[in-house]
């Protein structure tokens, strides 16, 4: 937990593996909120410490409800 995600040329390896998995239930347009499910370690993408600094890291932690693990499209 805690390791920040890196950039990396696709390699075709699992740990580049994720999964956009639905928040809500997208009865419209508006709702578009998911999270980002790491295939290899099950673990979410997220804002580390809920930064809303611009060039914030983003690491994976374990699934927490948390704000800074949802994502939209928009």
Same mark, same amino acid.
């Given at each position: 937990?805690?390791?920040?995600?890196?950039?990396?040329?696709?390699?075709?390896?699992?740990?580049?593996? $994720? #999964?956009?998995?639905?928040?809500?239930?997208?009865?419209?347009?508006?709702?578009?909120?998911?999270?980002?499910?790491?295939?290899?370690?099950?673990?979410? #993408?997220?804002?580390?410490?809920?930064?809303?600094?611009?060039?914030?890291?983003?690491?994976? $932690?374990? #699934?927490?409800?948390? #704000?800074?693990?949802?994502?939209?499209?928009?």
């Amino acid at each position: 937990e805690g390791v920040q995600l890196e950039q990396l040329t696709c390699d075709g390896s699992a740990s580049q593996e $994720w #999964a956009a998995e639905a928040v809500g239930s997208y009865q419209s347009a508006s709702d578009s909120s998911f999270v980002l499910a790491s295939l290899n370690s099950g673990l979410l #993408a997220e804002v580390e410490g809920y930064s809303t600094t611009e060039g914030a890291a983003v690491d994976q $932690w374990a #699934a927490n409800g948390g #704000a800074n693990q949802v994502w939209t499209i928009g």
